[in-house]
């Protein structure tokens, strides 16, 4: 059975860092494409970033060059790497993946993916 665990999320000070993991189990994340999905309060679903089955990245306009994806193949975990966070990240995020086989992108929209992890909450204040 696939699941999806996201840990890491906290408390952090404007300008601090957070590792956020999405450990997988029941699949093999080498085959999947796997996005990273946050949601303040009041908004939308915003896809941040991703990383496509070739292991291509992408990033959302508000995180480029602050957010880093990676991934871990013997840990079979995604990682996303936050610096620089700013109170307007604040959000809870949640990894998702999709079986795209064929495919060598990676979408940064909810329809695009198939499986989601519950969350972990990401709260940036001083």
């Known amino acids: 059975q696939l699941q999806l665990v996201e840990s890491g999320g906290g408390l952090v000070q404007p300008g601090g860092s957070l590792r956020l993991s999405c450990a997988a189990s029941?699949?093999?994340?080498?085959?999947?494409?796997i996005g990273w999905f946050r949601r303040a309060p009041g908004k939308e679903l915003e896809g941040v970033s991703c990383?496509?089955?070739?292991?291509?990245?992408r990033y959302a306009d508000s995180v480029e060059g602050r957010f880093t994806v990676s991934t871990d193949a013997a840990k079979n975990t995604v990682y996303l790497h936050m610096n620089s966070l700013d109170p307007e990240d604040t959000s809870i995020y949640h990894c998702?993946?999709?079986?795209?086989?064929?495919?060598?992108?990676?979408?940064?929209?909810?329809?695009?993916?198939?499986?989601w992890g519950q969350g972990t909450q990401v709260t940036v204040s001083s």
């Open positions: 998702a993946v999709v079986n795209n086989y064929g495919y060598t992108y990676c979408g940064l929209t909810e329809v695009e993916y198939n499986d």
């Open positions: 029941g699949i093999n994340l080498d085959n999947y494409a």
């Open positions: 990383i496509s089955r070739s292991r291509r990245t």
